[in-house]
């Protein structure tokens, strides 16, 4: 059994202003920390082998069921605080918190997770700064189930507070890994993995060829879009038609529109040989 949670009344606390820190990507990296706030995303942290570090949670905002989660983390010999809901709002980013926040070990995948692998679907995120929008790919990477997602490029922040938010848990179900573009471009020639890459200069639509081999699918961000090298890389140039004013569809919207015909034609594919 662990010890019962300590209690921290101030929003100066020493521990409270450590955690204030980590919404600084500097001082995360320096750390190899990261915050992760709400119960559904610790939970399932935990289910995947991401036992947090540290726990915090406030009485007079949590439910229940979630300071349940609290005080099973905490008899797991968790670190955990009960602190005054003036403390927890110091800590949160949410509008409506569930009272609950856990500092977790921030880790670096690499390409050689993957050696051992059947790789069928990969999603590759090159140079996307925007964290609500990784993190709704990684969702969306998530519920299409895919084999690894591969972010590539300057400016990404797996770890920031709002990837963690925007992906719901997804961080932690889905195998990610952060590498420089060329060594994921020969990881893939030499798996024998195509590449598709999404490009408005595309003149096939996304429905247009077929997805049923090993394939990875890049994405790039909306401002500047994919690389010349990535571009020269991929087997397949697609894009999603545009029959309005608009021009372009956020990037996370485009990459479940383009992952979930993926997988419907997969589907049928399996479907049809029944």
Not at 171 to 190: A, G, H, M, N
């Amino acid at each position: 059994m662990g010890k019962p949670p300590d209690l921290i009344e101030s929003a100066r606390n020493p521990r409270i202003k450590g955690v204030l820190r980590l919404q600084n990507r500097r001082f995360r990296d320096e750390k190899r920390r990261f915050l992760v706030e709400g119960a559904r995303e610790i939970s399932r942290a935990v289910q995947a082998g991401h036992n947090p570090i540290e726990v915090f949670f406030c009485t007079e905002v949590c439910s229940p069921t979630t300071e349940t989660i609290a005080m099973e983390l905490a008899a797991s010999n968790t670190k955990c605080f009960r602190v005054s809901e003036e403390a927890f709002n110091k800590i949160s980013l949410r509008q409506n918190p569930d009272g609950i926040a856990a500092v977790m070990a921030s880790w670096n995948g690499n390409l050689a997770d993957l050696n051992t692998i059947t790789l069928s679907l990969i999603l590759v995120i090159h140079g996307l700064e925007k964290p609500g929008n990784i993190g709704a790919l990684l969702r969306t990477a998530d519920s299409v189930g895919i084999d690894a997602v591969i972010l590539t490029g300057k400016g990404t922040d797996l770890f920031n507070p709002n990837v963690v938010r925007a992906s719901m848990g997804s961080l932690f179900t889905t195998r990610v890994i952060q590498e420089d573009s060329t060594r994921v471009q020969e990881f893939l020639v030499r798996r024998g993995i195509s590449v598709v890459a999404a490009t408005p200069s595309a003149s096939q639509p996304h429905w247009g060829p077929s997805f049923l081999e090993p394939m990875a699918l890049v994405v790039g961000s909306e401002d500047t879009g994919l690389d010349n090298a990535w571009l020269e890389t991929a087997e397949t140039l697609i894009q999603i038609p545009m029959h309005g004013t608009a021009d372009s569809l956020n990037v996370a919207t485009s990459g479940a529109v383009i992952l979930y015909e993926i997988l419907r034609q997969r589907t049928t594919q399996s479907d049809s040989t029944r």
